[in-house]
């Protein structure tokens, strides 16, 4: 009974990826004007119209994301747990995913402050500053990506090692999350350019980049939660096999 209450703890730490990313495409993305974001080109009025008329709208989302922001941390736990099966319980590896799960959080979490600053009090403050408070935000999101190569190199590193006929992790998804790991680099491009490609508005470096983390984040849980039913079935038959030889051997002595 233990057992089956560790599993779906596990299995509620892995739900916290996607309801992460619903919370935050839709209050930090639709809310925050983040999809697409403003294109560094623009002049400081309009990004500062921007945080006066839509203040109230701006709060609401920057709140609920910041709230929700640490879900992404618990996804990683998640995810650590299945990793486990894996590689061993104290490996690097592990250690590795976890923390770097954690860390992605506060670039998260600080930038959406800053978005959350400067819609606090709008009308106080000069259309430059409020431009800043937006510049800071989307540099801070998109140049803290290692945090999270961390996390995907670890997590690909760990399920390449899986010994099993059918591993809980496909392959190719392994290698897909360390390709993305790396495919982050090209954010450090963003600060050098207020348009084309490798603008924080881009063709390359928002919406490839986004794209294909957010593509990783719900497959990756989906193939977890299949494999948490797998590793759940697989340590009742080592608990049973036990308990049969257990049996057995009690026999065998009760005979001589």
Known sequence: MNETKEFNIWR???????VFMAIFIVFWGVMGHN???????????????WFRTDANVIRTGMVIAMTAAPLYLVWGVG???????VVAKDSVLVE??????????????????????????????????LQLLYDMSWLLIDLGYFTTSVQLFAAGAAFLKDQRVTPLVPKWLAWY???????????????????????????LNFWIEFSIWFVWCPTLTLYLLKAVRRVEQEEAGVVATRSG????????????
């Not at 770097?100 to 009090?121: C, E, Q």
């Not at 360390?178 to 924080?200: Q, Y």
């Open 12 to 18: 509620l730490c892995l739900w916290a990826g996607p």
């Open 35 to 49: 999809i697409p974001p403003w294109n560094a080109d623009l002049p400081a009025a309009t990004i500062a119209n």
């Open 79 to 85: 995810i650590g747990r299945l990793m486990t099966r």
């Open 96 to 129: 590795l995913q976890v923390w770097g799960a954690g860390l992605t959080v506060i670039p998260v979490l600080v930038s959406t402050s800053f978005w959350l600053a400067g819609a606090y009090r709008p009308d106080a403050l000069p259309d430059n500053i």
């Open 177 to 203: 999350g360390i390709w993305v790991g790396f495919m982050f680099i090209a954010e450090c491009l963003m600060p050098f350019f207020k348009t084309g490609a490798f603008a924080r508005d881009g063709i």
């Open 245 to 256: 030889q257990r049996g057995q051997h009690t026999s065998q002595l009760g005979t001589v």
